[in-house]
């Protein structure tokens, strides 16, 4: 299960920094989105001890109040903020980008058309 969280986590990354290289503001913006992915992946499998499985969310009477024996809540608590964060920003580049292209008409970057820059000496 490790091992496929990690490979998850690297195609993640990668996928979203090559995104992060596009001239496209749009390939830019889901790039930044598969990097938060990522980076709430990973923050998620590195709670304590990796992956909680047969571990209890709640405590239950029975059971020693320790975290030997119920899943650790933090890592669950900083995803869900992050998540909630990342929505956010997501809905403002968007917003962001739409008034851009209305401004310039074009969506690149640099602000320039890939002919314009040919043609430039």
């Known amino acids: 299960m490790e091992t496929v969280l990690a490979i998850a986590i ?9 995104l992060l290289l596009r001239p496209r503001t749009f390939q830019v913006i889901v790039g ?3 990097l938060s992915y990522a ?5 998620f499998s590195m709670g304590r001890r990796g992956l909680a499985i047969a571990k209890e969310p709640v405590l ?9 024996h119920y899943a ?7 995803v869900l903020t992050a998540i909630v964060i990342g929505f956010a ?3 403002l580049f968007l917003v962001v980008l739409l008034a851009s292209r209305g401004m310039a008409g074009t969506d690149h970057v640099d ?4 002919r314009d820059a040919q043609e430039m000496p």
Not at 39 to 43: A, E, G, H
Not at 72 to 78: E, G, I, M, S, T
């Open 89 to 91: 920003m997501t809905a």
């Open 60 to 68: 239950h009477s029975g059971l020693p109040q320790d975290l030997l």
């Open 39 to 43: 980076v709430n992946l990973f923050i």
């Open 111 to 114: 602000g320039i058309k890939a």
């Open 10 to 18: 690297g195609v993640l990354t990668g996928s979203g920094v090559w």
């Open 32 to 34: 930044l989105s598969l």
């Open 72 to 78: 650790d809540p933090l890592p669950q608590a900083l």
